[in-house]
Structure formats: C-alpha cells, structure tokens
C-alpha cells in the first residue's frame, strides 16, 4: 500500500466503513488441518460452517461484487474454506475486484494449481499457508504437500505464511531452517509468521508456552535481519509479546468487517470467530496494526489515539446514514 491508500483508508473509516473485508469464499475444503479454526463450532456461534448455503458459479461471481460495491472496502481478503475449490469463479471475480482499484489477498493451500493468469493481475497477493518443515507440514496439510505446492506456485510471485506452533519450537533452529527454504525460491516475494491463537480456555497441543513465544519472538528479530523476506518490525516484535487485550483493543478487528460463505453470517469479533483468546493473539495482521496503534507522530500523539478518535467519528456518521436509509 502507498501514502495515499492509508489517505483513502482513514477517510473511510470517517465516514463509517471499514477499510478491509474478508469473506469466507466457500464453506468446502479438501483439508483437514489441525487447529483449523474456520470448522470449529465456536467460529460462526455454533453453526457449522459446512451448513451454511454458500454460491457458486456467475451468482458467487455477481453476490460478491454487490458486497464489495456495498461495503467499499480499500482490501479484500479471500479466505476459506479453500478458495481454489472456487477458481474458475475466482477468474472471474478477481480482474474485476483488481479494476476497482480494491487490493486482494487470497490465502490458500496451493492444493491445485494457482491459474497462471492470476499472475497478471495488479493489486493481488496470492498467500500461501504453509506450516513448517517438509516432515511436519505434508502430515498436517496432506494432500496440500511441499511437492505440490512447489509445483503449483511455479510463475508466480507469492507470500509463505507460517502459522508457529508449539511442535515447531521444540527445536532449536526450526524456523530459522524454514526462513532459509523459503528465501531462496525465487516465487516467494515475503514470509509472514503468525502463532497459534487459541480460544479462551482452549488447551490445544498447539499453544505456545509464554517461554516458547518469547524464544520465537528472538529468533524471528535475529532472522529479519538476515532474511530480507521475512516481514518482521521492532513494534511488530513488540506486538507479539504484548497483543491487544481484547477485540475492542485491537485495530485489525475494528477495520475488519468478516463474512462468512453464504456473504451474510458476520464472523465476530474477527475472522477467528467464537471468543478467541486475545492475550494469546499470534496473528500478524493484528500485530501489524497493533504496532501501528502505538506509533508516536511527530508532536508525541499515539496513531491508536488518532483511530479511536477516528473510529467514533465515523459510527457516528454510519449511525447518521442507517437513520435516515
Ligand atoms: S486449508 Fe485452511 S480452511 Fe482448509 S482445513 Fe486447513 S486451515 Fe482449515
Ligand atoms: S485478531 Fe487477535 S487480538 Fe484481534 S480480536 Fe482477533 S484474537 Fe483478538
């Protein structure tokens, strides 16, 4: 994003709109990964996400269009379920998103071929779940496997992200090993690492000790410095160990409107749905912005205090616009 988006970005949330939208693309997925958080029941309140009534075909096509026209999003994240079971709508869908000057993130498995085509499109970052080492992934993200993603991304240009886990930190030097794998493919243009966020209560396999966090938190400061794709800041570090408190702390969930596949089931608070364990929040768009939120301008005055202030002028002028609908 340049200047002028963040520009666009705050004049949105002005005028009461959220600035980024995420949808849920399809309730289907061939995967079934471990502490997915997307078929939990927590994540839409209890329904399940495979009993929702999701699109398909020119009517996924035209119903996302008339969300996004309605919503007027800056950036779009397309998410799953897994969003390449929809890739001939997807071809679609995302010139005509790209010719709305609207940016796109799309996170998939890379299970099937990502479209060549998709390489031409401006403004769209194709993301790439990938979680560890060769040994450790292909069993988690079967049949999503090393293999198939190196032969899938082959063309493109795209973003690895890690989700860290507990397993991963029992040994030294993993995700240094997995910096190094990634670096030096010529597709990959960024690294990004989230850890495991839990729910509330949760007592996952996954969850990282606070020790475990802080060990990764050194290494991913010593590797940012060494490996240039790796996306990692000194707020960002910060953020990692110190995440918002709540929902209502946290910056990404307030710019963040996330729907679900049938385009009408809001995922509340954020995209994890259910009560997610904020103190634990691993997620790197959140830390992001969180470390954004406690950036000083010039005359000493937090960024964070600058976006509440922000964000009450603007459900004052969405609560003007509902009145007088
Ligand atoms: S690929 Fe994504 S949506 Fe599918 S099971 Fe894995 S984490 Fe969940
Ligand atoms: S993204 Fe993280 S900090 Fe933000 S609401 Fe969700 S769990 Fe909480």
Not at 100 to 124: K, Q
Not at 215 to 238: E, N
Not at 293 to 302: D, I, T
């Amino acid at each position: 994003m340049q200047s002028s988006d963040v520009v666009r970005a705050w004049g949105r949330i002005l005028r009461g709109y959220r600035p980024s939208l995420s949808i849920e693309i399809t309730t289907r997925c061939p995967l079934s990964c471990p502490g997915c958080y997307a078929y939990q029941p927590e994540h839409l309140a209890g329904t399940p996400l495979e009993s929702l009534s999701d699109f398909q075909g020119d009517e996924l096509v035209d119903e996302v269009l008339a969300l996004i026209d309605r919503e007027r999003p800056l950036v779009v994240h397309i998410v799953g379920g897994e969003p390449l079971v929809r890739y001939r709508e997807l071809n679609a869908l995302l010139p005509q998103i790209s010719r709305r000057g609207i940016y796109v993130e799309l996170v998939t498995s890379a299970v099937r071929p990502i479209p060549r085509e998709w390489a031409a499109i401006e403004r769209l970052n194709v993301v790439v779940s990938i979680d560890g080492l060769q040994p450790e992934h292909d069993v988690r993200r079967k049949p999503a496997t090393y293999e198939r993603i190196l032969k899938h991304i082959e063309g493109h240009r795209i973003y690895v992200h890690c989700t860290i886990t507990s397993q991963m930190m029992r040994r030294e030097g993993y995700l240094e090993e997995f910096v190094e794998f990634w670096s030096d493919r010529p597709e990959i243009g960024q690294i990004r690492f989230s850890f495991f966020t839990p729910q509330v209560g949760e007592t996952s396999i996954e969850i990282l000790t606070a020790q475990m966090r802080e060990r990764a938190v050194a290494d991913m400061d010593r590797l940012g410095r060494r490996y240039p794709k790796l996306l990692v800041s000194p707020g960002m570090l910060k953020a990692y160990l110190s995440p918002p408190q709540s929902p209502q702390e946290c910056i990404f969930a307030r710019v963040t409107q996330c729907v679900s596949a049938d385009l009408e089931t809001v995922v509340t608070p954020c995209q994890f749905g259910g009560t997610p364990d904020c103190a634990q929040c691993g997620c790197v768009a959140s830390a992001g912005l969180h470390a954004l939120g406690r950036y000083r301008l010039p005359g000493g005055v937090r960024v964070g205090f600058l976006f509440d202030a922000s964000h009450k002028v603007g459900a004052a002028a969405r609560w003007g616009r509902r009145a007088i609908a």
